[in-house]
């Protein structure tokens, strides 16, 4: 299967040459500034926020410590503050943490079952993604009225922006003594955040990127009539990229990348890609190749990379032996309790080697 479809899809060779450890650290750079010129638009210049925390006392059935904290960015005289929620085992020290970009600002949320996560000896530091700045074409607000013209004209797209929210949210957990490992998990357009994120920033022990589809994790080239592409993905959301994408449009064979590089961006830390078999438009073909592709980066480094059938995997089966891993659920487009569980798996993996 996975040779025919490589064939269908006509993927060219990108890590020709590449065959040490290395010459892919040489390659990475190159292949980071392809993604962020050709598709996302680049960070603009980090700024260090200024941090108040608001407790909120002990939750969750006396289980977690919680606080509310503020990141407060300031730049030629204009402010914007961002709320996150911080919450953590009671009195634990070195504990895992989920940075998760949520589309709710309450906690728990439907996609943030906080109980579970904290049952699984996890922490959590969550943001709401339009609070960083709105999910549409409007550039003055939030972030982007820092770094955009009066005008909201920007050299970058909404993903990136929220990428940014998220390196800076790493920076804090990073100076919190009582936080061990992190991981980053997104869904959807935040799962295609989520990826970007952890390709520009080492820091993250797992990468978990739920049905990120069509410029996420999904491969561009090859897709069926049902499955998103290009075109639609920027009829519908042209705000989420950089001007330069758009030349891609019905012409996919002409990038001078796929997605699978992006998630070569993450070796040699650990990434996991979900999908849902209902959900076509994701392209879970598109997902698991982009897996098989990367895989190879790994071994450069003495990693497992993608450990898979020469097919997909049933519903409801995981390949999740390698450090590339890919999991097929039943059901629809969602970040459901099960998908959280099997990422929880993993990453207990992780910290018990």
Not at 256 to 274: E, K, N, T, Y
Request: glycine share 8%; aromatic share 12%; charged share 25%.
């Amino acid at each position: 299967m996975i040779k025919k479809e490589l064939l269908r899809r006509s993927i060219p060779d990108f890590l020709d040459g590449i065959d040490t450890k290395e010459k892919w650290e040489k390659k990475r750079n190159e292949i980071r500034d392809l993604f962020l010129k050709e598709e996302y638009g680049f960070l603009p210049e980090k700024i260090k926020p200024t941090i108040k925390t608001e407790k909120q006392g002990i939750n969750f059935a006396g289980k977690a410590e919680w606080e509310s904290v503020f990141f407060t960015f300031e730049k030629n005289g204009k402010s914007h503050t961002v709320r996150t929620e911080l919450i953590l085992p009671k009195s634990k020290d070195n504990v895992p943490v989920f940075l998760f970009l949520d589309f709710e600002a309450k906690v728990p949320s439907k996609y943030l079952p906080v109980e579970e996560i904290l049952d699984g000896g996890f922490g959590m530091l969550a943001f709401c993604y339009q609070d960083v700045t709105t999910d549409n074409g409007d550039f003055t607000n939030g972030l982007c009225s820092l770094f955009c013209d009066e005008n909201g004209k920007c050299t970058f797209g909404k993903i990136s922006m929220w990428a940014y929210m998220a390196i800076a949210c790493m920076d804090y957990l990073e100076a919190r003594n009582e936080v061990g490992k992190v991981a980053i998990i997104g869904h959807s357009r935040l799962g295609k955040t989520a990826l970007l994120t952890s390709a520009l920033d080492n820091r993250f022990c797992l990468t978990c990127v739920n049905e990120s589809g069509c410029s996420g994790a999904s491969i561009s080239r090859g897709k069926t009539e049902q499955n998103e592409n290009i075109k639609k993905i920027t009829d519908t959301f042209p705000f989420w990229f950089c001007e330069n994408y758009f030349k891609y449009i019905d012409k996919e064979n002409t990038l001078p990348f796929d997605q699978h590089m992006l998630l070569s961006l993450v070796a040699p830390r650990s990434v996991m890609i979900g999908g849902a078999i209902l959900d076509v438009w994701a392209d879970n073909e598109g997902q698991f190749l982009s897996c098989y592709l990367a895989g190879d980066i790994w071994k450069l480094y003495g990693k497992r990379g993608f450990i898979c059938e020469n097919r997909l995997p049933s519903v409801n089966e995981h390949y999740l032996d390698g450090e590339v891993c890919f999991h097929l659920r039943d059901g629809e487009h969602f970040l459901s309790r099960y998908d959280w569980n099997v990422y929880m798996s993993k990453f207990k993996g992780i910290i018990n080697n």
